[in-house]
């Protein structure tokens, strides 16, 4: 099943190795999602992964993007002259790749991703919890 991860959920997920968002993570080496993104998501997934302080294994971190680079459906984004408001403009490109793959986003923080938008979005509890 296809999916943007939003990406909190890569560092929680690397961070604790129980919780959902570690699952989401597990999901992604067993092929059980397929993520989605485009360049300036895998941008920002190594930007944001590769920050001192969070400590995590450089090993683990340049595994998981070589899974993510070598499994994604990769969305080219149109530019887009004027992003809708959101709290976060950053999070314009995981919310336009949803909308381009018709996919959910799972994401820690749902209020950055208004549902007016029309995409669907989940915390990796609601994700687990769908797939059983």
């Not at 296809?2 to 080496?29: F, H, K, M, Y």
């Not at 059980?32 to 190594?46: G, L, S």
């Not at 996919?103 to 769908?130: K, M, Q």
Request: with cysteine; proline share 8%; glycine share 4%.
């Amino acid at each position: 099943m296809r999916a943007v991860l939003d990406t909190n959920i890569l560092v929680s997920g690397l961070l604790r190795a129980d919780g959902p968002p570690a699952t989401v993570v597990r999901q992604l080496a067993t092929q059980e999602i397929q993520p989605v993104v485009c360049a300036a998501i895998t941008a920002e997934y190594r930007a944001v992964l590769s920050r001192r302080k969070l400590r995590l294994r450089a090993a683990d971190v340049a595994e998981l993007l070589a899974l993510i680079e070598a499994q994604a459906l990769w969305v080219e984004l149109a530019p887009h002259e004027r992003p809708p408001a959101l709290p976060d403009l950053a999070d314009w490109p995981f919310i336009a790749c949803a909308l381009a793959a018709a996919c959910p986003v799972i994401t820690g923080n749902l209020r950055h991703f208004p549902a007016s938008l029309g995409v669907r979005t989940l915390t990796a509890r609601a994700w687990v919890d769908g797939q059983r």
